[in-house]
């Protein structure tokens, strides 16, 4: 068992206490379960990425969130998408995104899938297998594709380990047989795994690149593009280090690997340009003991698991949870979703301090949930609704 978390909330860690007046007086008459997004906080977000990053391509990788609003203004800035379906192709195409401003990152899809996305402009491919690059040569010919390479995502909350990529030995063979395809050869990709505590991962996902471009430009095939991916931090219960830091960091690891010759360079972020942008409303439904001698109570609220929690799985995501009760005395408590599955268990092994005195239907503001919520949040299950989500607004 891990030591509980003594986590003492602190406004100034994620907003002034003026704009969290501005969410509660916002979400005061509504039915919680819910998210509220500040827009504007994913724009500031944005623009800082552009000034620390100011020669990447940002493709702001849709899934995090799929707030037509939220794709809307990132649309109006001038970002680009990554998208993993051909669903996400629709809503981005009905939004008004042009193909061209869109990378098709899945590296798993059908093959009508990408004679769909090419028929409506899709040019850029995502790809870490031989069979997903000979589809990708029979239904999207020509088109420019990304090689992914794996990563072991250690140091990251939300790892993405094992699923996608490819050994750079393998991606080698790859990037040769796109060419004999007829497929554009266009550059490496790599994702450090979301949440990213150690920048170091850039480091050597970096340098794997060099060499590869290096190799393959030995066989007559000159890569021109490198995916930095996401893995960028939103603001959780642990601390990490500056988006500053990360991006002077991944600049100089840049600067070292390629010197002058530095290639196209795309980031794809999700959890760092929305995660703290959002604020899920709650409500305790139950306070329970399991026995009168059990240190611990249960704190049981109206969103759990299943309805857009899912990334507290293995405890994994350490959100920052305000109760809105003044209260002298606190206690430690385990917290836990409304559903009847048991896996519906949010915090166990970490203990949240909570108002001694907290009870039924005191509010919960379940801070940075503006990334993977309401996109993780199941349709029906028990009956409940999926997570709702509104834009803050005056
Ligand atoms: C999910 C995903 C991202 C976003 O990652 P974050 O860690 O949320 O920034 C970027 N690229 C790809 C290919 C992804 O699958």
């Not at 379960?33 to 800082?48: S, T």
């Not at 990554?82 to 059908?110: C, W």
């Not at 009168?292 to 109206?302: H, R, T």
Request: with cysteine; charged share 25%.
């Amino acid at each position: 068992m891990e030591d509980a978390i003594k986590y003492a909330f602190d406004f100034e860690r994620h907003m002034t206490p003026e704009k969290f007046e501005r969410f509660k007086a916002f979400a005061a008459d509504k039915e919680t379960p819910f998210v509220v997004i500040d827009l504007e906080r994913i724009a500031e977000k944005y623009d800082e990425l552009h000034r620390l990053l100011p020669y990447a391509k940002v493709y702001y990788a849709v899934k995090a969130n799929p707030h037509d609003e939220i794709l809307k203004m990132l649309i109006d800035r001038g970002c680009r998408f990554d998208i993993a379906s051909v669903f996400e192709l629709d809503q981005m195409l009905r939004l008004g995104a042009k193909p061209d401003d869109m990378s098709y990152g899945n590296t798993i899809k059908k093959a009508r899938h990408i004679a769909y996305a090419y028929d409506r402009g899709i040019r850029l491919f995502a790809t870490d297998s031989e069979e997903d690059v000979c589809k990708i040569a029979e239904n999207a010919p020509g088109a420019s594709v990304f090689f992914r390479i794996l990563t072991d995502g250690s140091g990251a909350d939300w790892p993405l380990s094992r699923k996608f990529g490819a050994h750079p030995d393998t991606i080698y063979r790859l990037v040769l047989q796109a060419a004999e395809l007829g497929l554009d050869p266009y550059g490496i990709s790599f994702h450090v795994g979301s949440q990213q505590r150690d920048i170091g991962q850039w480091d050597h996902a970096i340098a794997t690149c060099r060499y590869l471009f290096d190799s393959l430009a030995e066989e007559g095939v000159h890569l021109r593009m490198l995916n930095l991916g996401g893995g960028f931090p939103a603001n959780y219960v642990s601390p990490t280090q500056d988006i500053e830091l990360y991006c002077q960091e991944i600049t100089r690891f840049l600067e070292d690997d390629f010197g002058d010759h530095a290639p196209e360079i795309l980031i794809e972020p999700g959890r760092s340009l929305v995660g703290d942008s959002g604020v899920l409303v709650s409500e305790v439904v139950l306070v329970s003991k399991k026995s009168e001698f059990n240190q611990y109570s249960w704190v049981y609220l109206d969103v759990g698991k299943f309805s857009g929690l899912i990334e507290t799985i293995d405890e994994s995501i350490k959100y920052p949870i305000f109760v809105d009760r003044e209260s002298d005395a606190v206690k430690q408590v385990i917290l836990a979703g409304p559903t009847c599955d048991s896996m519906d268990i949010l915090y166990e092994d970490t203990k949240y301090e909570m108002p001694a005195d907290i009870t039924e239907g005191d509010r919960v503001y379940i801070f940075t949930t503006g990334a993977y919520t309401t996109s993780y949040s199941s349709v029906n299950f028990n009956g409940f609704p999926p997570l709702k989500a509104y834009i803050l607004r005056e």
